[in-house]
Every structure is written in structure tokens, then in C-alpha cells.
T-cell receptor
Framework: DSGVTQTPKHLITATGQRVTLRCSPRSGDLSVYWYQQSLDQGLQFLIQYYNGEERAKGNILERFSAQQFPDLHSELNLSSLELGDSALYFC?????????????FGPGTRLTVL | AQTVTQSQPEMSVQEAETVTLSCTYDTSESDYYLFWYKQPPSRQMILVIRQEAYKQQNATENRFSVNFQKAAKSFSLKISDSQLGDAAMYFCAYRLGGSEKLVFGKGTKLTVNP
């Protein structure tokens, strides 16, 4: 158990819908990262937050957004869902968010768009 | 573009034997960190081992060790005394010192035969 929690574990929804994925970092960690794992794209970095502020953006679609709240949990919002958004979404956390930190991953949320 | 290449999509090993998984990466930076993550059927991403590029000594964690060849940009993972529980996808990844994101390879699926 990495100490990072993600809910829900599974999510099944229809095209065009909007969903919210939630992540709670390890105790004491200030930085949260979101990754998408799909069969065709592999594991890709989406976005990073540090202590409530967006720090880095990767291959995140405009239909996707995220935020980190004062209690440091983070939410990833996916809207106007398409079939291709079906994937495993991981959250990871580190203490400081620097390059030397090791990222510890949550168990992931499996999103299925029908 | 920064890339990580895992040239072996699948590998198999007999229980109690040793197996080596290959990984090469491409970066012109000198400050970076290398990781191997394991993803068992549960889909959890589990850190196996980490190597700092500035360290010449190869990292070791129990039965897991790496062969880090900086000039060749090679970072292979050796698993000794393989166990059935080692069966998983193994991902090689690196992270630049000043960067926030992990860059992953496509993974190697390891099968352990009893």
C-alpha cells in the first residue's frame, strides 16, 4: 500500500458525460500528479499540482481539468467524454514535487466510456 | 524528444532463475533519475528500484538490482531467484532533475514459470 488513495476504483459512463476522479496523496506529500494509461498511448503524464497550484502540464486535453484543494486532495475532471478516453487514470504523490523525489502511485481509477 | 525504450515486449523465466530486463533512454541532460516500476495484474504501480544518474554504484533492493551504464544510456533490471509473485508488467522510467513528469517505456511483460 503506497498510502495514495483514489476513488472510485471503477467508473462506467457514456459518451458525452462528465466524471470526476478523486485522489488523496500520502500524508505529508504536497505534490500530486495525474497519469493516463491506455493501450495505445501507454503511460502519459497529464498534470501536476503542488500545494494547490498547478506546476506542470503534459498531454492533457482541453476537455480535462484538475485542481488541488487546501486539504491537498486532488480531483481530475473529464468532460465531453469520448470512447478513446477509456483508460486507467493514476494519481501519484511526492513530498516536494522536485525531480529527485520518488513518485508513489495510487491504485488507479479504471474509466470505461461506452 | 525524450524517450525510453524497452525492447523486450515479453520475457519469461523459470522460478528461482535469474532474468534481466532491458531499458535504454535518450536524454542530453546530466541530472536525472531512473526507476523501475512493477505493475501486477492488480494494476497497482509499485516502485521496484531507483537510481540517481550521478551515482556510479548500481542500486540494489533485495533480489532486484540494476546495471546502470550511463555512457550507453542503459538501465537494465536484474531479478534474481525469481518468484511467482514477480510476474507482472515492468516499466522503466526516468525523470529529469528539474522536471516534474516521469517518462515511461512501453513495458515488458514478465512471466514466471513454476
Amino acid at each position: 500500500d503506497s498510502g495514495v488513495t483514489q476513488t472510485p476504483k471503477h467508473l462506467i459512463t457514456a459518451t458525452g458525460q462528465r466524471v470526476t476522479l478523486r485522489c488523496s496523496p500520502r500524508s505529508g506529500d504536497l505534490s500530486v500528479y495525474w497519469y493516463q494509461q491506455s493501450l495505445d498511448q501507454g503511460l502519459q503524464f497529464l498534470i501536476q499540482y503542488y500545494n494547490g497550484e498547478e506546476r506542470a502540464k503534459g498531454n492533457i486535453l482541453e476537455r480535462f481539468s484538475a485542481q488541488q484543494f487546501p486539504d491537498l486532495h486532488s480531483e481530475l475532471n473529464l468532460s465531453s467524454l469520448e470512447l478513446g478516453d477509456s483508460a486507467l487514470y493514476f494519481c501519484a504523490s511526492t513530498q516536494q514535487g522536485t525531480g529527485r523525489d520518488t513518485q508513489y502511485f495510487g491504485p488507479g481509477t479504471r474509466l470505461t466510456v461506452l | 524528444a525524450q524517450t525510453v525504450t524497452q525492447s523486450q515486449p515479453e520475457m519469461s523465466v523459470q522460478e528461482a532463475e535469474t532474468v534481466t530486463l532491458s531499458c535504454t533512454y535518450d536524454t542530453s541532460e546530466s541530472d536525472y533519475y531512473l526507476f523501475w516500476y512493477k505493475q501486477p495484474p492488480s494494476r497497482q504501480m509499485i516502485l521496484v528500484i531507483r537510481q540517481e544518474a550521478y551515482k556510479q554504484q548500481n542500486a540494489t533492493e533485495n533480489r532486484f538490482s540494476v546495471n546502470f551504464q550511463k555512457a550507453a544510456k542503459s538501465f537494465s533490471l536484474k531479478i534474481s531467484d525469481s518468484q511467482l509473485g514477480d510476474a507482472a508488467m515492468y516499466f522503466c522510467a526516468y525523470r529529469l532533475g528539474g522536471s516534474e513528469k516521469l517518462v515511461f517505456g512501453k513495458g515488458t511483460k514478465l512471466t514466471v514459470n513454476p
